[in-house]
């Protein structure tokens, strides 16, 4: 046989190897989820700043074991400016604690969400636990926020109308008291 022929086959034969056990690693990277996490609220929640919404969440143990150590964490996204959104005036309860959920049990979780700031967001919950390298993630929920339209910010309105009339009554009555003195 020809050098370069047995050179071939090698390579074919390496290749052959290598793409083995690319596909052996692959199959252990994907990891089967135990959990999942169903919103039963709407897909898409519109309000306008300062309303709250209440998200509704299921999460389901599909498993036949008992699963430990179950987190839940909301994640939400300004999706006009491409950035994760900071959940302190949001809710004030960004991570719930679950703990074990048997075998074939589904729990109901609810958030109550404070719409915050005019824009378009998205949703989605996150279930992670310590014997689970891959989080388990919600479907998408998207919120339409409207900006608040306030006649009075920042409440100037009595102030602005009511010192004009506190100043004027005052004059009012200076002046009255000024007339009682002179007659």
Same mark, same amino acid.
């Given at each position: 046989?020809?050098?370069?022929?047995?050179?071939?086959?090698?390579?074919?034969? !390496?290749? /052959? *190897? @290598?793409?083995?056990? !690319?596909?052996?690693?692959?199959? =252990?990277?994907?990891?089967?989820?135990? @959990?999942?996490?169903?919103?039963? #609220?709407?897909?898409?929640?519109?309000?306008?700043?300062?309303?709250?919404?209440? $998200?509704? $969440?299921?999460?389901?143990? *599909?498993? #036949?074991?008992?699963?430990?150590? &179950?987190?839940?964490?909301?994640?939400?996204?300004?999706? =006009?400016?491409?950035?994760?959104?900071?959940?302190?005036?949001?809710?004030?309860?960004?991570?719930? /604690?679950?703990?074990? *959920?048997?075998?074939? =049990?589904?729990?109901?979780?609810?958030?109550?969400?404070?719409?915050?700031?005019?824009?378009?967001?998205?949703? *989605?919950?996150?279930?992670?636990?310590?014997?689970?390298?891959?989080?388990? &993630?919600?479907?998408?929920?998207?919120?339409?926020?409207? =900006?608040?339209?306030?006649?009075?910010?920042?409440?100037?309105?009595? +102030?602005?109308?009511?010192?004009?009339? $506190? +100043?004027?009554?005052?004059?009012?009555?200076?002046?009255?008291?000024?007339?009682?003195?002179?007659?």
């Amino acid at each position: 046989m020809k050098p370069a022929r047995v050179l071939l086959r090698l390579s074919f034969f !390496c290749g /052959f *190897i @290598l793409m083995a056990a !690319c596909w052996s690693l692959a199959a =252990q990277a994907v990891v089967s989820s135990d @959990l999942r996490l169903d919103i039963l #609220s709407s897909q898409t929640l519109s309000g306008t700043a300062g309303d709250f919404v209440s $998200v509704q $969440v299921t999460i389901t143990n *599909i498993s #036949s074991q008992p699963i430990s150590d &179950v987190t839940t964490y909301l994640s939400l996204v300004d999706t =006009q400016d491409k950035l994760p959104v900071d959940l302190e005036d949001w809710s004030a309860e960004k991570g719930l /604690f679950i703990g074990t *959920i048997a075998a074939g =049990q589904t729990l109901p979780l609810n958030w109550k969400i404070h719409f915050v700031k005019a824009g378009r967001y998205s949703l *989605i919950i996150i279930a992670s636990r310590a014997d689970h390298p891959v989080p388990e &993630v919600s479907s998408q929920t998207t919120f339409n926020v409207n =900006q608040k339209r306030n006649l009075n910010p920042g409440k100037v309105l009595p +102030v602005a109308l009511g010192m004009p009339l $506190v +100043v004027g009554f005052l004059l009012l009555l200076l002046n009255h008291r000024r007339q009682r003195e002179l007659d």
